[in-house]
């Protein structure tokens, strides 16, 4: 359950980043009256801010997830014995 649980979450997060991307591309930066009715009210700030603002917080969030994976996976574990790896020093 957990790891369909993390894949939804993933999927989302990069729905998400896709999204941010995209938005700049999307709406007339110059024009108000093309993000004026959007979310995040009449301002680019706001509408900046509501569409892409999750999108730059699920990056963050999968990158610090790989990122520990990523250590936990070529960090050897404390007083665990590979084969073939001597311990002396």
Known sequence: MKKILMGFGVLLGLYLIGRAA???FVIDMTDPAS???DWGGSSLAGVMAVHCGPGIISAVLIGRGVRSWWQRRTTPEVGVS???VSSAR
């Open 22 to 24: 995209a938005e700049p």
């Open 82 to 84: 590979r084969p073939g």
């Open 35 to 37: 993000y004026r009715h």
